[in-house]
């Protein structure tokens, strides 16, 4: 099993759509959690963190954390095509290590 | 702030050659992240510096990869002799202490031939 695992995509969806994006981790002790978004042939960038249960909004963007379930997800809505790029999952466990997911590609179509 | 600084952008070298990588972190960011991302193994934490000391390196393929931070404004990641395999994307990343997020440099897209 992967430490952090996330829906393999790609994920398409209309412009003016909801995206939601999911991620599963396994380390139960896990305390940080982190949204990045990359465009095709770009560096990662930043878009949430969020450090307890229950959900985090920052304009468009909603992040979701159940630690219970071991449970992140990212919700884009009045989805864009400039949202169109490949979002990562990370995880930063209580010894500090930092894992990322594979990503899911998301398109939004105009 | 001109944000994480790596240097060269792209690189493309023969196998057997030394390649080395430069990274700048954010002025007052302690901590320091070397990545990989290939499309086969995705992003992959090669090794980290907290304080200008290497604190895992557990990520680092094998011993022709080396990392240093003999200040806490510079990184190198050296691999000595390249192979084919090591054609990638190397990241460099700094933070904060625990649990800020990471902020990446452009990269650096090596290929060896």
């Known amino acids: 099993q992967k430490e952090v695992e996330q829906n393999s995509g790609p994920l398409s969806v209309p412009e003016g759509a909801i995206a939601s994006l999911n991620c599963t981790y396994s380390?139960?002790?896990?305390?940080?959690f982190f949204w990045y978004r990359q465009y095709s042939g770009k560096s990662p960038e930043l878009i949430m963190s969020?450090?307890?249960?229950g959900d985090k909004e920052d304009g468009r963007f909603t992040a979701q954390l159940n630690k219970a379930s071991q449970y992140v997800s990212l919700l884009i809505r009045d989805s864009q095509p400039s949202d169109s790029a490949t979002y990562l999952c990370?995880?930063?466990?209580?010894?500090?290590?930092?894992?990322f997911g594979d990503g899911t590609t998301l398109t939004v179509k105009p | 702030d001109a944000g994480v600084i790596q240097s060269p952008r792209h690189e493309v070298t023969e196998m057997g050659q030394e390649v080395t990588l430069r990274c700048k972190p954010i002025?007052?960011?302690?901590?320091l992240f070397w990545y990989r991302q290939t499309m086969m193994r995705g992003l992959e934490l090669l090794i980290y510096?907290?304080?200008?000391?290497?604190?895992?390196d557990s990520g680092m393929p094998e011993d022709r990869f080396s990392a240093k931070m003999p200040n806490a404004s510079f990184s190198t990641l050296k691999i000595q002799p390249s192979e084919p395999r090591d054609s990638a994307v190397y990241f460099c990343?700094?933070?904060?202490?625990?649990?800020?997020?990471?902020?990446f440099g452009s990269g650096t897209r090596l290929t060896v031939v």
């Open positions: 990343a700094s933070s904060r202490d625990h649990p800020y997020g990471y902020t």
């Open positions: 380390d139960r002790g896990s305390q940080s």
């Open positions: 969020i450090y307890s249960n």
């Open positions: 990370a995880v930063i466990s209580n010894a500090g290590k930092s894992t």
């Open positions: 002025s007052g960011h302690n901590s």
């Open positions: 510096f907290n304080n200008n000391v290497p604190i895992d």
